[in-house]
C-alpha cells in the first residue's frame, strides 16, 4: 500500500450530503457541462447549494455511483478512463457507475483542458484519492454500524464486507451514514497488483449514445427558438472586407437577417439548408490588406531562411564548426512538409445566447476556460454571467483549442439578440485556417572515421510556426558537439497546434534523417540509435529531458516484436520518438504487392506508463499511427494568392480503410505511473513508413506527402 | 415551401421544406432526428448515410423531393423493439467509437452492406467501407465488426 501525504487534504477534498441523501465528494479533477440530451443529473442538481467542491463523486442510497466527467471527450476516451480511476480506488461496481459529463466550472475543478496528452498524468494521483478517500468513509459507516474495528472490514464490488461475521453492505446503503464521517486526513492507495479495472479493456461510456445516433455533439444541440448562421469570410489570408450587397440573400425563404461584422458577413435563418444558399447569394467584395502568398512563395522564403545568416540559437553543444571541419564524413538533407487541416469529421460549431441576465454558450471546445474568458473581454461582461456546457466533441485533433468560431457564435447573438447555433461548412473548416504549419528543415551530421556522429546541426525554417524544433529532445545529449537553431516567416495565414504540435512532422524529418546517417556510418539503424543513448548515458552532453532507459525499451521491445532484420521478403523501416511524456518506437514492414511496395504491417512498441483502459489505449495508438500514416501519405494544402486550393474531401485526401496496414500494439509493463497517449504514437509513424520504403526502393522520401514525390512514381 | 410526406423508421413525418432541400437537413434541422452526421456536404466522407429502400445513400446530397414516396430509415430506426441490431451490438462488444462522429454513417453504411452480402471476405468489407472517412482511424475496428456482424447474422 501507498501511503499519501496528508498535506492540502482538507483543501483538496470537501463533503456535502446530497439533497435526497447520499454521499458526495468533490475532487480536484476537470468538469464540463451535462451534454444536452443525454445526462440525466447535472452538476446543480449534485451540489445541493454547496458550491466549493472542485469535482464529484456520488453515491445514491439506490446504489448508483455517479461520477462527473470534467475534461472535453474528443476520442481520446477521457470519459471512460478518468472514472475508471475513481472506480478502481472505491472499488466499485463498475456496471453501477453513472458516468456524467460536467459543465465548466473554475471554482471546481482545474486544467479543464484537451490537449498536449495532459489530462492523465495531471489527475491521476488525485483521481486515485478521490475514490480513496470515499472507500474509507463508506468503511468507517458500516465498522459503526457493526460496532467492528475498521480494520477489520474490507470492500469488494461496491461493498463492505466483514468476513469474519460473513455481513456485507452496499455502497448505497451506506452512502448517507459515510456522509457524516469526517473526511480522512490520510487515505492508502492500492496496490498496483490489486488493480481490478486498470489495465482492462473497458468500452467506451457512451457506446449506447453513439451506435444509437443519441444527439451528442454541438452540431446536435436544438433549443427552442434558436436560429442557424453560416459565415462568410474573406476567401484568402490577408484579404479584407470591402463592401457587402445582401438584397438578394435576404430574399431568400427562411433568412432572417444578414449581419456583417469585422470582416464577416453572417446569415442568420431558420435552417441550415436556407441560410447556406442565401450565402451563395450574397455579393461580397473583398480588397487586400496584407501579402497574399501562394505555396510558391514558401517554397522560395524556406530556401532563404535555411540559407540566411538569421536565426535563433536553440541549443549548442560542444563546437560545431570544428567537428565538421574534421569529419571524416557530412551527410546533409532537407525535408519538408505542407500546411495541413484538421479536419475533424463534425466541422466547427457553436450555441450562443447572449441575453442581458447572461450569456450560455454550448458546443465543442478543448479550451473552454480561455472561451469563456475571451467571451467575457469581446462582451465586457463578466465571466461570472456566461455559462459554457460541453458536447462530446467530434474530433479536435488541435483545432478546437482555438475559440474563434464560440467569439462568432457570441457575437452574433449579441447583434442580433436572438439565440444561435453557428455552423462552419466543411468548405469553412478546411480554407479556414489554423493549419499545421509548413516546415522545411535541414540537417547536418558529421561523421568520424569509425562512424560516430560528432556533430549534428539542425535548422528549421517555418510559416508561423514558432520554434519549429524540440532542441532537447533525442540525440541532444548523445552528440558531442551540436548546433539547433530556428527562424520563422511571419504570415497572413494563421496556423496552430495540429495533434502533437511540431513533433507531427520533426520526428520524421529526423528519424528519417538519423537513417541516412547510419546508412552512411554503415550501421544497423537501431543499433546506430543504441549507441547513442549509451553514449548519452555514459558520456552525457548538456541537459538530458528524456529518459534514456525508457527510449531503449521501446527500441528493444519494437525491434524484438517486429523480428527486426530476420523477416525475408519484408522491407523494415525503423523510428523512435519521445513526445508528450510518452515513448514509441515503431517498425514498418513494406512488402512487393504486383512489383509495388505495399506498406504491410507498422508495429509499435509503446511506454506510457501504467496503461489505464486497454481498448482506449490499445485504439489510441493505431488511431494515432494511421493518422501518422495518411497524413505522411496523402495530405496536401496548397495556396494560391493567399486561398487555401483544398477546400473538402474530394480534393484534400485522407486516408482511407483500404489503405490501412495491419497495426500491432505492444505496451511496456512497467507500473510507471500513466502518461498520456492521445499524440505520442503518431510522430514515429512518418520515419518508419519512409526508412521501410527506403529499404524497398532505394529513394529517399524527404518531402510529405509521399504520394506527390517523384521517388514514388514508377515504383 | 412545399409540404413533404416522408416515411422514416416506420412513421410518418411531414415537412414544410424547399423541394432541393437535402434529406439530410430535413432529418436535423426539420425532425429533429440529429443521429445522421454533416460531415462534407459533397458525399465524401459517408457521415451522413441513410437507407433509402434499403439501399446507402448519402443524405447530403438527396434532395427531399427524391425522398417523398420512399422508406427511409435512419441509425435512429435501427433497433427493434428496443433491441439493438447486430450491427450495433458488434460496434460496442469491439468498442468500435473514438470520437464516434462518424460511426451512425459507418452503421447505416454497414448494415445496408450486409443485408445484401451476408458472408463478406474481408476485401469486400474493405471495399464497401472505403467510401466512409473515419478521422480517428477506428478502421481496424471497424473491419472486426463488420466481420463480427456478419456471424451473427448468419
Redesign the interface.
Known amino acids: 500500500m501507498t501511503d499519501i501525504s496528508t498535506t492540502s487534504r482538507r483543501s483538496f477534498m470537501k463533503l456535502a450530503a446530497t439533497a435526497g441523501g447520499g454521499l458526495m465528494l468533490g475532487f480536484s479533477w476537470t468538469s464540463t457541462l451535462a451534454s444536452t440530451a443525454m445526462e440525466v443529473l447535472t452538476d446543480t442538481q449534485l451540489a445541493s447549494g454547496n458550491i466549493n467542491f472542485n469535482s464529484y463523486l456520488s453515491i445514491s442510497p439506490d446504489n448508483i455511483i455517479t461520477i462527473l466527467s470534467p475534461n472535453p471527450e ?4 477521457i470519459k471512460t478512463s478518468f472514472p475508471m480511476i475513481v472506480a478502481e480506488e472505491l472499488d466499485a461496481d463498475w456496471t453501477k457507475v453513472k458516468v456524467v459529463q460536467a459543465a465548466l466550472d473554475t471554482n471546481k475543478f482545474e486544467r479543464q483542458v484537451t490537449g498536449g496528452s495532459g489530462a492523465v498524468p495531471h489527475s491521476w494521483e488525485r483521481l486515485r484519492k478521490a475514490g480513496a478517500t470515499a472507500r474509507h468513509m463508506l468503511m468507517e459507516a458500516a465498522a459503526k454500524r457493526w460496532k467492528v474495528s475498521v480494520d477489520t472490514v474490507s470492500t469488494e464490488n461496491g461493498m463492505v464486507l466483514h468476513k469474519a461475521s460473513n455481513r456485507k453492505l452496499s455502497y448505497g446503503e451506506l452512502a448517507t451514514e459515510a456522509s457524516k464521517v469526517a473526511v480522512p486526513t490520510e487515505v492508502k492507495l492500492k496496490d498496483q497488483k490489486d488493480f481490478k479495472l486498470i489495465g482492462k ?1 473497458i ?2 461510456v ?3 449514445e ?8 454541438g ?2 444541440v ?1 433549443k427552442e427558438g434558436m436560429l ?1 448562421a453560416v459565415i462568410q469570410r474573406p476567401k484568402a489570408f490577408g484579404m479584407k472586407l470591402k463592401s457587402v450587397d445582401a438584397a438578394a440573400a435576404k430574399a431568400v ?2 433568412v432572417v437577417d444578414v449581419v456583417t461584422f469585422k470582416n464577416n458577413v453572417a446569415v442568420v435563418g431558420t ?4 441560410v447556406n ?1 442565401a450565402r451563395k447569394a450574397l455579393k461580397v467584395e473583398y480588397e487586400a490588406e496584407g501579402t497574399l502568398e501562394s505555396s510558391a512563395d514558401h517554397d522560395r522564403i524556406f530556401k532563404e531562411l535555411l540559407a540566411g545568416k538569421e536565426a535563433t540559437e536553440r541549443r549548442k553543444d560542444g563546437d560545431v564548426d570544428t567537428a565538421f571541419k574534421n569529419a571524416a564524413k557530412v551527410i546533409t538533407a532537407e525535408y519538408q512538409c505542407p500546411f495541413l487541416s484538421h ?5 466547427m460549431n457553436f450555441f450562443a445566447d447572449v441575453r442581458p441576465d447572461g450569456v450560455e454558450l454550448i458546443g465543442p471546445i478543448q479550451t473552454p476556460e480561455r472561451a469563456r474568458g475571451d467571451v467575457a473581454k469581446l462582451l465586457n461582461i463578466a465571466p461570472e454571467k456566461i455559462t459554457l456546457e460541453l458536447t ?6 488541435g483545432r478546437r483549442l482555438y475559440g474563434d468560431y464560440v467569439l462568432e457564435a457570441a457575437e452574433l447573438s449579441s447583434i442580433i439578440k436572438k439565440p444561435i447555433k453557428l ?1 462552419w ?3 469553412d473548416d478546411m480554407t479556414g485556417g489554423t493549419y499545421r504549419p509548413a516546415v522545411r528543415y535541414r540537417f547536418e551530421a558529421a561523421l568520424d572515421k569509425k562512424g560516430n556522429m560528432i556533430g549534428y546541426k539542425l535548422r528549421g525554417a517555418g510559416i508561423n510556426s514558432g520554434n519549429p524544433t524540440r532542441e532537447d529532445n533525442f540525440p541532444s545529449g548523445a552528440v558531442e558537439n551540436l548546433l539547433i537553431e530556428s527562424v520563422e516567416h511571419k504570415s497572413p495565414i494563421t496556423t496552430g497546434a495540429w495533434r502533437a504540435p511540431i513533433t507531427n512532422f520533426l520526428a520524421f524529418a529526423e528519424q528519417a534523417f538519423l537513417d541516412e546517417v547510419a546508412q552512411a556510418a554503415k550501421k544497423d539503424p537501431i543499433q546506430f540509435r543504441l549507441e547513442l543513448l549509451d553514449k548519452a548515458k555514459t558520456a552525457p552532453v548538456g541537459a538530458i529531458k528524456y529518459d534514456l532507459d525508457r527510449m531503449k525499451g521501446v527500441i528493444t521491445l519494437a525491434a524484438e516484436k517486429a523480428n527486426w532484420g530476420k523477416k525475408k521478403g519484408v522491407s523494415q523501416g525503423f523510428s523512435v520518438y519521445f513526445s508528450h511524456r510518452s515513448y514509441v518506437a515503431q517498425v514498418a514492414d513494406v512488402v512487393m504487392k504486383d512489383g509495388k511496395p505495399t506498406i504491410d504491417r507498422i508495429h509499435a512498441a509503446v511506454d506510457c506508463g501504467i496503461v489505464v483502459n486497454l ?1 482506449g489505449a490499445y ?2 495508438v ?6 501518422g500514416l ?1 497524413h505522411a501519405m496523402y495530405s496536401n494544402l496548397t495556396f494560391k494568392a493567399g486561398a487555401a486550393e483544398q477546400s ?3 480534393n484534400y485526401r ?5 489503405e ?1 496496414p ?2 500491432d500494439v505492444h505496451f511496456i509493463n512497467n507500473g510507471i505511473d500513466p502518461t498520456g497517449l492521445g499524440e505520442p504514437a503518431l510522430p514515429p509513424t512518418g520515419g518508419a513508413v519512409a526508412n521501410a520504403l527506403f529499404k524497398a526502393t532505394g529513394k529517399r522520401l524527404r518531402n510529405q506527402p509521399f504520394i506527390n514525390q517523384p521517388e514514388l512514381k514508377n515504383v | 415551401m412545399a409540404k413533404y410526406k416522408l416515411q422514416i423508421n416506420g412513421r410518418a413525418y411531414e415537412a414544410d421544406v424547399e423541394p432541393d432541400t437535402p434529406l439530410l437537413w430535413v432529418l436535423r434541422d426539420n425532425l429533429g432526428l440529429v443521429g445522421t452526421k454533416y460531415g462534407c456536404g459533397i458525399a465524401q466522407c459517408g457521415a451522413c448515410t441513410v437507407h433509402v429502400n434499403g439501399n446507402p445513400m448519402r443524405s447530403c446530397v438527396y434532395p427531399v423531393s427524391a425522398a417523398a414516396n420512399a422508406t427511409i430509415t435512419t441509425i435512429e430506426g435501427l433497433e427493434t423493439n428496443g433491441k439493438l441490431h447486430a450491427v450495433q451490438q458488434a460496434w460496442d462488444k469491439v468498442d468500435v467509437a473514438q470520437c464516434g462522429y462518424c460511426q451512425a454513417g459507418q452503421i447505416m453504411t454497414a448494415t445496408a452492406f450486409l443485408s445484401k452480402n451476408p458472408n463478406p471476405t474481408e476485401a469486400e468489407i474493405e471495399t464497401a467501407m472505403n467510401g466512409n472517412i473515419c478521422r480517428c482511424g477506428t478502421y481496424h475496428r471497424i473491419r472486426e465488426a463488420v466481420a463480427l456482424a456478419a456471424t451473427k447474422l448468419n
Open positions: 474528443l476520442g481520446q476516451n479493456a468500452r467506451n457512451d457506446n449506447y453513439m451506435i444509437t445516433g443519441k444527439p451528442l455533439y452540431l446536435d436544438y442557424y425563404p427562411g435552417s441550415t439548408w436556407q444558399k479536419s475533424p469529421m463534425e466541422p462530446r466533441l467530434g474530433g479536435g485533433f455552423i461548412t466543411r468548405e481498448s485504439q489510441q493505431r488511431g494515432g499511427v494511421i493518422d495518411g473538402n474531401f474530394n485522407l486516408i482511407r480503410m483500404k490501412v495491419e497495426v
